[in-house]
């Protein structure tokens, strides 16, 4: 290994090992020019490379290696410049490329977390569903990427998915990956390396003019078994030899995963490479329930959708997106509920007594038309979860009413009915209090969720503006901030992904009129690194 402290190019100071592979070290490094961590990949064949004295200069320790190794290393000069093509949020991104010592190297981002393989092991039991749900849609944006470049991956497994601290995926390690060629499938001089179980029939052949999508499609569907089930994936010829309709013997399950999921899974690992989805969007539409693929258990598909990427996005003359443009954290500003103007008189002899229960169907209804008058009488600006307190103030005041005309006497109602009104005043001024009214440079906008101690918005929880702008997802003391976030525009734009101090950060804006959409990250709103596409999927630009 390089030792701490040694310098690459005059730039890269190493800093740490990080792993080691077949054809391969990385280590971390930080780039003293700009004091940025970076990742570095070595180019080292294990049994065909050796160090020299110096610990630093790589040479061929067999003369008849040399061929080999000029192969490989070409190899792997042309995996970091496929990987420089790429422009994708969870796809790492390569920043240069270079030799020295006798080898080569290539620059790229370095990723805070652990890669799925490792997180099975440090757990030693299956993911969750929920977790590994969550993942896919960024998998299938990675894999998109790939596609639309003309690449397959075909190592796609747990060790090669990077998840970092705050959950983004990336697609690591491009080492077995192939171009397609001009009559379809794949181009290749050497043969294509592949992992068992992962791998589907046409790879295990090394059939490469049947090599497409579906091929890292299978892989997806292994990966996602092993993720689940924490089991190795059958070889294809297992899947076969199950003649179960539901292949439990091949690909038994744990208990507790939904019928959809495995559906799903079955599907993408079907061994017959016609019968497997043929690109990620037939998979995205197996997600959504699209033709044949139906069941009653919804709950997985609403947490994925949560989070998918849409083939829906930005129109070229609208390049620039809505931003929202909340700076600081919104003032509070309470609904005043005031008193209801009722007055209850004492008891009149002259008085008939059905005049008691008629009286207090007249307060039930003053108490709910003057909360009607404190909300607006305006439904369109709270949130579609808020909670409806006019409904069950009417409910109340009817129940009450009529427990009150049918339980006292009427020499007493005008009391009892006094402490009913009250109680029903408390109980809705309770239920309207859940939505607060807040203030902002967008304008006012309605909040439902969590707060924090100091009463501004903190956790999960929704707001709907005047201007007719609706948000749903993480806010950090009255800041629009975190992972998941959905933003709607009144003209119908949306934006899905994370947010930071009010603004878009990473994730996916969507023009409503035109089905164009732009994937990657923003700066101060303003998409900065990333790629446009038309509503097909198509590149249009990349930035």
Known sequence: MLSVGSMLRGVYRIDSYLSSGGFGNTYVATNIEFDEVVAIKEFFMKGVTQRDANNTTISVSNTENKT?????LQKFKKEARRLRKMKSPHIVSV???????????????YIDGENLSKRLKRQQKPLSEKEVMGYLPQ???????VHQEGIWHLDLKPANIMVDRKGNVSLIDFGASKQRSNKGGATTSTAVSFTNGFAPREQMEQNLEKFGPWTDLYALGATLYNLLAYQKPPMPSDIDDDRSADKHLALPFPPGISERTRKLILRLMTTDRLDRPQSVEEVRKLIRGVNSYTTEDTRILDAIEETIVVNEKPKEKVRTSPTPQIQEPPQRKSIKMGEPQIKVTEDDSNKSNYQVPLFLGFAAIA?????????????TNIPAAAPDPVEEIVDSAALAVEEVADSIAAAEAAEAAAAVIDEIADSAAAAVAEVAEYRNKLGKFYYSGEYNASGNPNGFGEATFDNGNYYKGPFRNGILEGENGFFKFK????????FKNNYFNQGTYTVAGTGEYFVGTFNKGEPQHGTWYDKNGNTLETK
Do not use: K, P, W
């Not at 920043?95 to 981002?109: I, P, Q, R, S, W």
């Open 367 to 379: 108490i709910i038309v003057s909360f009607l008058f404190l909300r607006g009488c305006d439904e």
């Open 68 to 72: 080999l190794f000029e192969e490989q």
């Open 491 to 498: 003209n119908g734009d949306t934006f899905r992904g994370s």
């Open 95 to 109: 920043h240069d490329l270079f030799e020295e010592n006798g080898t080569a190297y290539y620059v790229m981002d």
């Open 139 to 145: 998998i299938l944006d990675a894999l998109e990427c």
